[in-house]
C-alpha cells in the first residue's frame, strides 16, 4: 500500500518559480528506489522532467536544463522540483515517480499552469 502524494503546484506568472514535492508513505524505504517527475500537457505524451536514481545521480530533459532542480529526502520518503524560470510551455499536469527494478508506483498528480 504505498501512496505518493503531490503537492506545490498553481498558478504562476512566466518568469516565477515553483517547488513541488511529492511524499511518499506506506511500505517503501526511499534509499533503494530511483525516483522522478514526470509531465503531461494537454495534448501530448507524458514525459521525464527530472530524474535522480538511489544514489543522487540525476538527470533532466533538454527544455528544463539549468531552470529545474530535483532532490530527495530519503528520511522523509520525498522527492521534490524547484522550478524556476517557468515558461507557458511548461504548464502540464507533473507526476511524481519511485521505481525499484520493476516495482512502480505513481502519484496523482499536481498542476503547474504558467501564465499571466
Known amino acids: 500500500q504505498v501512496q505518493l502524494v503531490e503537492s506545490g503546484g498553481g498558478l504562476v506568472q512566466p518568469g516565477g518559480s515553483l517547488r513541488l514535492s511529492c511524499a511518499a508513505s506506506g511500505n517503501i524505504n526511499s534509499i533503494y528506489y530511483d525516483m522522478g517527475w514526470y509531465r503531461q500537457a494537454p495534448g501530448k505524451q507524458r514525459e521525464l522532467v527530472a530524474g535522480?536514481?538511489?544514489?543522487?545521480?540525476?538527470n533532466y530533459a533538454d527544455s528544463v536544463k539549468g531552470r529545474f532542480t530535483i532532490s530527495r529526502d530519503n528520511a522523509k520518503n520525498t522527492v521534490y522540483l524547484r522550478m524556476n524560470s517557468l515558461k507557458p510551455e511548461d504548464t502540464a499536469v507533473y507526476y511524481c515517480?519511485?521505481?525499484?527494478?520493476?516495482?512502480?508506483?505513481w502519484g496523482k498528480g499536481t498542476l503547474v499552469t504558467v501564465s499571466s
Open positions: 535522480i536514481a538511489s544514489d543522487y545521480s540525476t
Open positions: 515517480n519511485v521505481r525499484r527494478w520493476s516495482m512502480a508506483y
